[in-house]
């Protein structure tokens, strides 16, 4: 698996490819920051006037329904169903789903009527997510690790796709096969957006493999292994705000051997 | 005072409260980023259909007008509504108020039909707000000290809320309660957003108790105490560039004795 | 050249515009933090009931159309007219003109009706506008030097403005003025916004100066020598990240004499 995303890691960096963004307006800026920082290129544009024509020649689409509103919420599906009438990989980060009635109904929308490649949440959301179709039993209930693949596979069964739980350790399933990736520091969620750009991430990947379930764990283990080093590197005094400072910086200088060396993955 | 500003940190690290901004899109990763560095979790959402909802479960509103727009004046609006309705402290920071006509007659009906906790603004934004009400006289003339007090003393008897003015030194009033905080450095003044930084802090502090005169206090204290540490630590040919990443270290490393012992806090 | 340069730097700081920015919500906080980092001040509003009222007591407006949408389009023109009227420098970055109809329509309307002072941007993104004119022939198959000067050229003389591309080679031209400019490194576009970011600098040069020819040259210098600066600062292990620090350090602390010592400016 290692080996295989180091492969797409260097295609990424030859091919710079386009990942349109349709995100909120907390993150945007490290989202937009992090696709350049691994080696591709950002365009963030949400009208709905445009974003057809944007889509057409983008490598991949993210949507991140973060800071979600009317106008936008059109131009995500607008998006969506063009990227998916071209093929595209769509990546859908389903941001506080679960929290109000409109991320629920948003996200229930996007799934149903775009039906996105990856989906990318932390435990909760994904657990609303699986608890939509009504065949998930006591969801609530469960916290395991077991649980938690469980919940990821008939999800990504249910809707033939991707999907993938990050948190403590993190897991991405697709259909029967799945991965655990064990990189990852706490104080990246002492960071606002790590997950956005972990989204953004596999956004970048995805748009230069055809196989989006290596594509979203070459992602996560960038994103896992980039808060490892820059939390090692960080000197006396400093904190999250040095933190944050160094993800980009490890990003931008990740390579090959650093990810086949430090990478935690493990493939069941 | 400083006692009980570091009892409410404790606080608020071990609550963990939820803070709902409707924010402007200039310093809102900032403002989340500040919002989880002190310990507290940002949630920022500004959609009228979800608005209500989301206050629900937060432990405070932050109530930013930086950059509003007639969707978001009314969602700020609803929100505030909600916010009133279940007890929860409103922190309003009415940027540019006497700016325009538009910003003006927003943080008009703020005041009037939301009616907040806590309004933190610099002295030419307070002056404003008291002049609404057309019972300061000369407030256009006025400049010194206890001009300042006087300013916020009689908003905060009319609204019946606290009353903060940044600047050079800082004043917080309630009622008949006034406090002077001499904390901060002139460098603040040359990043964007540390004024919405400061409301967010008081948001967060405002979460964990009920005593918002002291939240607000704390909020103001701590980002000031902050900034001096973070000058303090820059090293040659560093600047506003490495101030501002070290303000969200020495936010995030702020503990109880640092504040007792680096807060500079007068109660009249 | 640059010895006017210097002088329009102290002017600045002496002054310090006010620069109202209708701009994306990608690198708004960069573009503000980026104005206060060479001593000017950030206004950003792009509401249509206030946008008037704003620019009448600003020094120059900055139209940035990075994430333009329906809502802010017309506040761009309603300002932009405004801005006209008064006689203030119009700053106009046509952010991917070219990449969607809505984008292409947005800047022909904002040229015609508004009539920038300035426009900023990429090669592809002038040259675009240049055709737009269907006075430059085969535009697309040109690359070299002599062509970037000859399509500014052209397109300054029809518009009647100053025209700046930036890319390997800086080139500004004003009618038969023509100005290049050697400074930059290629991680600047590694970053997300340092268009952007020059073009508010070039904004708050154009605030304290007549000469908007020179104005311009001044913000794409600051930028470049600023980038150039910053990549020399960096210690090792350190990359994007910790350069997107130093560049506001080193725009914060420009002088005179860096300017006139480093800037690498060749007046034809």
Sequence with gaps: MLDKIAEILLELRKKQPLVHHITNYVTVNDCANMTLAIGASPVMA??????????????????NMGTLNGRTIESMLVAGKKARERGI???????????????????????EEVGPTVIRGNMSEIKILAGLGGEIKGVDSVAGEEDRVEVARELSQRLSCVV????KQDVVVQGNRICRIDNGRPVLSRVTGTGCMATSLIGCFCGVTTDCFVGTVAGIVTMGLAGEMAEGSLQTGESVGAFRVGLFDRVAEMTPAILKQGGKVYED
Tied chains: 1, 2, 3.
Excluded: N
């Design 46 to 63: 949400d009208d709905i006037g445009e974003v057809e024509e944007m889509v057409s020649f983008a490598s991949s689409l993210v949507i």
């Design 89 to 111: 990989p769509i990546i859908f980060d389903p941001v506080g789903v679960g929290a109000t009635t409109l991320r629920t109904a948003t996200a229930k929308r996007i799934i």
């Design 164 to 167: 993938a739980i990050t948190g």
